[in-house]
């Protein structure tokens, strides 16, 4: 018995042993991951950092100085160019390793690698969309220019150098949770997060939708409901605007224009109510007599931040903003000579083709009255724990068909339409990071100019300011040449008149400087008035926000960075202003019970803001939400297929201006409403949820304890982000917070002979979050305050704000 006992005992420890090493399902091997020596524990850092520290890295051509500050941004002083994006690269993969690689893992389709089976689905979804092979384009045109080879190359050597150096114990955690070790950077993995900005910010679509549309309900309804200008307008480029250059003759649609449409199913589709602002106000208007510029983009808010503050110096350049963990340069930011911010165009550069094959080989397919060759990539997709997948996807000239079957759009991430070639900008060749490198090296408007030429996607209002007191702002991109509505629905991929018929040149993509307003904004609305003689896009963001900026600037004497920053946390709502007194007109509010006759005077008495605070801006975004679906969903919500459903603008519209019209009408019931009818009920649900989910009118109705609204950890891992907390602010204002999307580094800059730089990101600069440096900004970040930025003019100016130095040695 003692030796059964102790054989038992030997068995049991051994297998103990072995699971304590072995990882199961989505948990880490837990002896590895508890390990002290090894393990999280490792991941602990003290607010307090060593004042100095020296090391020796292989590859450099001589010295770098690198200055931590309080909120433990880098700045880089280099000797030379090489040397300045080596560092770039070594200090951001010491402080976002684990996010530029599962980022880069995401675009890349090959998450699969280390989280298994469960996102077979997402790697073949980005693999089919044709990201890698956008990428592989993208390094292409990188490295055909010599000075873009350099940096990539020098980049990608400093985040190796830093993976080089790291023993198990010293990886990020979120490595060891997964239980997987970094790779060697590639120079391919920069232009991958161009790629992932791309399906970002301009790889949503709708077309399918709107063909449904089309198909059910005709083009004149489809034109009256969906029309290519908006109700309310409030142009990026001031209307009337002068256009000085010939514009190339304006494609021509197919003779079959409507009646080729093609019926097809949903894919990702462009949201309403979500974007970025920016906006750059001259001289004669601020307090300084110089420019001050603004931006705040607007993206999904995580931790650790999409964006990385940095500092960079060299013979030439001295720049600070912000980076892409993972790619080189300052993308938004500012030099002692200029600032530069950016905002989404929404440009419509992503189009699906029917493609019709020869046959059930698919080998080849018709197009210019000819059988053309299909081309086949074969895609290998690796999978922790299982076999290897090996997806074939068809190339055509348009670009891939994403799903060629229906069995395989029934399993995929989007129900994209079978059969179905992808043409999108972020396919082509291109070299969008020469852009940042010659805007961080930019001196005046002629150097904004020439750097704009080289961006390709996705396409960005790209807003300036100078100590030359010169402003402007572009919508710029590659931008292709088409006909008026192609792109709207989906074409018929034989027809060589659906081909994008080449391109809009640079210098015509449209652009304003020195406006005699005083001032260049954009909110994502329309970039143009109807004069612009090119097709752009037949729909964009709602006109709230830009017009709330160009209110607010247009009276503003002696501005300052304050009034700027004040703007950029202003949660006045111009929907509201524009709307909710028509709305209001149709209550008879002697019909109500008490509770709704509460909620009405809330409304009354509502000052517009979507405060934390507000009680009124719960109600008055219930009830329009509820009335917005209840005019529309009995012919627009269909078990069968998707529609697009009409904007918030034509919806106001008819508010408006037809509050008799048809559409308020609910076809399943007998009586006949109207828009009246439409309110009434709308309101009177609305207040009744309230109620039901929040009691009665009072504190529990605040628009900051409704509104969820939290910074997440980039893996959504539990107890890794911010919690829930109360915020101001909604989709339509200009602190457009909503379901964790929101501004993700809000920037102001004095322009002058001293520039002065403000910004904030919500979180911190560290990626570890063990690290005191993980969120520690987000406190500042929520009550709208931006930190002053510390711009060294040298490595040896003194400043009380410097905590740590690094030395870099060759």
Request: net charge neutral; proline share 7%; hydrophobic share 35%.
């Given at each position: 018995m003692k030796i059964f006992k102790a054989v038992l005992s030997v068995v049991v420890t051994l297998i103990l042993i072995w699971a304590l090493q072995t990882k199961f399902g989505d948990l880490p091997p837990i002896g590895k991951f508890l390990n002290p020596a090894t393990g999280f524990w490792q991941n602990a850092e003290s607010k307090d950092t060593d004042p100095s520290e020296e090391l020796k890295l292989d590859g450099l051509q001589a010295k770098v100085t690198i200055k931590y500050d309080d909120n433990m941004v880098p700045h880089i002083f280099a000797e030379n160019d090489h040397d300045l994006y080596y560092a770039q690269g070594y200090v951001t993969a010491r402080a976002r390793l684990w996010q530029m690689d599962i980022q880069t893992r995401s675009a890349s389709g090959r998450l699969s690698e280390v989280v298994g089976d469960k996102a077979l689905q997402v790697d073949r979804y980005h693999r089919r969309m044709g990201m890698v092979y956008g990428a592989e384009n993208t390094l292409r045109g990188i490295m055909k220019d010599s000075v873009m080879r350099g940096v990539i190359n020098a980049y990608t050597d400093g985040v190796n150098s830093y993976i080089h150096s790291l023993a198990p114990k010293d990886y990020p955690v979120e490595f060891k949770l997964l239980n997987y070790a970094p790779e060697d950077?590639?120079?391919?993995?920069?232009?991958?997060?161009?790629?992932?900005?791309?399906?970002?910010?301009?790889?949503?679509?709708?077309?399918?939708?709107?063909?449904?549309?089309?198909?059910?309900?005709?083009?004149?309804?489809?034109?009256?409901?969906?029309?290519?200008?908006?109700?309310?307008?409030?142009?990026?480029?001031?209307?009337?605007?002068?256009?000085?250059?010939?514009?190339?003759?304006?494609?021509?649609?197919?003779?079959?224009?409507?009646?080729?449409?093609?019926?097809?199913?949903?894919?990702?589709?462009?949201?309403?109510?979500?974007?970025?602002?920016?906006?750059?106000?001259?001289?004669?208007?601020?307090?300084?007599?110089?420019?001050?510029?603004?931006?705040?983009?607007?993206?999904?808010?995580?931790?650790?931040?999409?964006?990385?503050?940095?500092?960079?110096?060299?013979?030439?350049?001295?720049?600070?903003?912000?980076?892409?963990?993972?790619?080189?340069?300052?993308?938004?930011?500012?030099?002692?000579?200029?600032?530069?911010?950016?905002?989404?165009?929404?440009?419509?550069?992503?189009?699906?083709?029917?493609?019709?094959?020869?046959?059930?080989?698919?080998?080849?397919?018709?197009?210019?009255?000819?059988?053309?060759?299909?081309?086949?990539?074969?895609?290998?997709?690796?999978?922790?724990?299982?076999?290897?997948?090996?997806?074939?996807?068809?190339?055509?000239?348009?670009?891939?068909?994403?799903?060629?079957?229906?069995?395989?759009?029934?399993?995929?991430?989007?129900?994209?339409?079978?059969?179905?070639?992808?043409?999108?900008?972020?396919?082509?060749?291109?070299?969008?990071?020469?852009?940042?490198?010659?805007?961080?090296?930019?001196?005046?408007?002629?150097?904004?100019?020439?750097?704009?030429?080289?961006?390709?996607?996705?396409?960005?209002?790209?807003?300036?300011?100078?100590?030359?007191?010169?402003?402007?702002?572009?919508?710029?991109?590659?931008?292709?040449?088409?006909?008026?509505?192609?792109?709207?629905?989906?074409?018929?991929?034989?027809?060589?008149?659906?081909?994008?018929?080449?391109w809009i040149p640079y210098e015509q993509n449209p652009t304003v400087k020195n406006p005699p307003r005083g001032f260049v904004s954009s909110a994502n609305q329309s970039s143009t008035d109807g004069s612009y003689p090119y097709y752009i896009n037949w729909q964009f963001a709602p006109y709230e926000r830009a017009k709330r900026i160009n209110d607010r600037l247009a009276v503003m004497q002696k501005a300052t960075v304050d009034s700027m920053r004040v703007l950029q946390t202003d949660t006045y709502s111009i929907r509201a202003q524009d709307i909710l007194p028509a709305m209001l007109s149709y209550i008879d509010d002697s019909k109500l019970d008490e509770n709704q006759s509460t909620a009405f005077n809330m409304l009354k008495k509502w000052d517009k803001n979507f405060a934390a605070n507000s009680t009124g801006a719960t109600v008055f975004a219930y009830w329009w939400s509820r009335f917005y679906q209840m005019t529309w969903r009995d012919n627009f919500n269909s078990k069968d297929t998707v529609l697009a459903y009409p904007s918030t603008d034509r919806t106001e519209e008819l508010l408006l201006k037809d509050p008799n019209s048809v559409w308020f009408d609910n076809k399943r019931t007998p009586a006949k409403e109207t828009c009246a009818d439409v309110l009434s009920k709308s309101f009177n649900e609305t207040i009744n949820e309230l109620v039901r989910d929040h009691g009665g009118p009072g504190e529990a109705w605040q628009w900051g304890r409704v509104k969820k609204f939290e910074v997440s950890h980039l893996a959504h891992l539990d107890g890794f982000g911010s919690g829930n907390f109360a915020s101001g602010g909604t989709g339509s204002t200009v602190n457009a917070l909503t379901d964790g999307h929101g501004p993700s580094w809000r920037m102001v800059v004095q322009l002058g002979p001293n520039v002065k730089g403000y910004g904030i990101i919500p979180g911190g600069q560290s990626g570890n979050p063990g690290s005191f440096y993980y969120d520690n900004m987000l406190p500042i970040w929520q009550k709208g305050q931006l930190n002053e930025l510390l711009f060294l003019q040298s490595p040896g100016q003194s400043s009380t704000r410097i905590r740590t130095t690094l030395t870099l040695n060759k």
């Open positions: 950077w590639k120079p391919i993995n920069c232009a991958f997060l161009l790629k992932l900005m791309s399906e970002t910010l301009a790889g949503g679509s709708n077309e399918l939708a709107m063909t449904n549309v089309l198909n059910r309900f005709g083009a004149k309804v489809t034109n009256d409901l969906f029309p290519d200008h908006y109700f309310h307008q409030e142009p990026i480029i001031p209307a009337g605007t002068p256009w000085n250059f010939k514009p190339l003759p304006v494609p021509q649609p197919p003779a079959d224009f409507k009646a080729q449409m093609m019926v097809g199913m949903k894919v990702k589709e462009k949201q309403e109510g979500i974007g970025s602002n920016n906006w750059a106000i001259s001289g004669s208007k601020t307090a300084s007599g110089y420019p001050i510029l603004a931006n705040d983009p607007h993206l999904d808010l995580t931790y650790p931040s999409i964006w990385y503050q940095v500092q960079m110096a060299a013979p030439g350049v001295n720049v600070y903003g912000v980076s892409l963990p993972g790619a080189p340069c300052v993308v938004i930011g500012y030099n002692q000579k200029i600032s530069w911010g950016v905002t989404n165009v929404d440009a419509d550069v992503l189009d699906w083709y029917q493609i019709k094959f020869k046959d059930s080989t698919k080998n080849e397919y018709w197009y210019n009255n000819q059988w053309n060759k299909v081309t086949r990539r074969v895609e290998e997709i690796k999978i922790r724990g299982a076999k290897t997948v090996y997806d074939t996807v068809l190339y055509t000239r348009y670009g891939p068909v994403v799903y060629d079957n229906a069995q395989m759009a029934k399993k995929g991430r989007s129900n994209i339409p079978v059969g179905n070639a992808l043409k999108w900008v972020a396919h082509q060749e291109s070299d969008e990071f020469k852009t940042f490198y010659l805007l961080n090296r930019g001196e005046n408007y002629n150097d904004y100019r020439q750097a704009l030429k080289y961006f390709t996607a996705p396409a960005q209002n790209f807003v300036f300011a100078s100590a030359d007191n010169d402003i402007a702002i572009t919508p710029n991109g590659k931008l292709p040449l088409k006909y008026k509505d192609q792109g709207k629905f989906i074409m018929d991929g034989s027809d060589t008149a659906n081909d994008w018929h080449g």
